[in-house]
Every structure is written in structure tokens, then in C-alpha cells.
Nanobody, 116 residues
Framework: VQLVESGGGLVQAGGSLRLSCAAS????????MSWYRQAPGKQRELVASITNGGGSINYADSVKGRFTISRDNDKNTMYLQMNSLKPEGTAVYYC????WGIGNWRGQGTQVTVSS
């Protein structure tokens, strides 16, 4: 499975961005897709996750009510709509996919910078 993120960039605090993660390869293997982020000098943090079909969605407390994760299985693409962005949201955002008992894959990341 290959994952490619896009949609990052520079935005002012309070603004919005939508990240995309395009999956290719053995996408039928994927059960759960997630967004993680890692800010400079900090540990990687789980932002949101979604199971195949969208039956189970989870968010970090820090983004609840502001971020929305979604998945288009026909396009093999996952999205993260980020609204009301805060400067502490500045990080590299990574797409991650898990196939239970098969594998764990991660993209190269996309930089999100939120200016105050």
C-alpha cells in the first residue's frame, strides 16, 4: 500500500485546510486509516481515525468539533477537514493505514503551518 498526502500549507489562525490521502496498491487490505501529526520537538499524536466504511470514527480531544475525518472508498482517498485552526496545530500531518494482521503503512507527510 502506498499513501500520498496533499493539501498542507500556510494558513492564518482561524482558517481552514483540507488534507487528502490517496491510497494505491493493495487497498483492499486496509481496515483503518488515520491522521497523525508531529510538531517539532514533540511526540507524534493521533489526530483522527476512521474504519473501513466509516463505522467507527475517533478524534483527539484537541480537535473535536473542529476537524472532520472522512473516507471515499471509491476513490481510495481519506480526507481531513480542518476548521478553526490554531497555531498549536502546526505540524507535519501523516496519513496512516492499517491492515489487521497484514501491515501498517504511512505516507511521507504534509506540512501544515498555522500563523498567529
Amino acid at each position: 500500500v502506498q499513501l500520498v498526502e496533499s493539501g498542507g500549507g500556510l494558513v492564518q489562525a482561524g482558517g481552514s485546510l483540507r488534507l487528502s490521502c490517496a491510497a494505491s496498491g493493495s487497498t483492499f487490505s486496509i481496515n483503518v486509516m488515520s491522521w497523525y501529526r508531529q510538531a517539532p520537538g514533540k511526540q507524534r499524536e493521533l489526530v483522527a481515525s476512521i474504519t473501513n466504511g466509516g463505522g467507527s470514527i475517533n478524534y483527539a480531544d484537541s480537535v473535536k468539533g473542529r476537524f472532520t475525518i472522512s473516507r471515499d472508498n471509491d476513490k481510495n482517498t481519506m480526507y481531513l477537514q480542518m476548521n478553526s485552526l490554531k497555531p498549536e496545530g502546526t505540524a507535519v500531518y501523516y496519513c496512516n493505514a492499517v491492515g489487521w494482521g497484514i501491515g501498517n503503512w504511512r505516507g511521507q507527510g504534509t506540512q501544515v503551518t498555522v500563523s498567529s
